[in-house]
């Protein structure tokens, strides 16, 4: 898996799982229960992370999206 994302942002991590779901790529969101230990503060940001063989189609389904400024580097 790749991290392709690092947001505290729910809402565009939501929205980007739809999107590559609906796409047919496997993708998870990690770091979640991490909130827990923080008291929910949301000071730990999230890692959204593909499949390694399908990143770059992630990439450009989120950019179509809108979302190319959220995208981590490439070598990331």
């Given at each position: ?12 991590l ?19 229960s ?14 959204f ?28």
């Amino acid at each position: 898996m790749l991290e392709i994302i690092r947001t505290n942002d729910a809402v565009l991590l939501s929205f980007a799982e739809t999107l590559l779901s609906e796409a047919g790529i496997h993708c998870m969101i990690a770091d979640q229960s991490m909130s827990i230990l923080e008291g929910s503060l949301g000071l730990l940001p999230r890692r959204f992370l593909v499949e390694e063989g399908r990143a770059e189609e992630a990439r450009a389904i989120l950019r179509e999206a809108g979302l190319a400024a959220e995208l981590r580097d490439d070598k990331a």
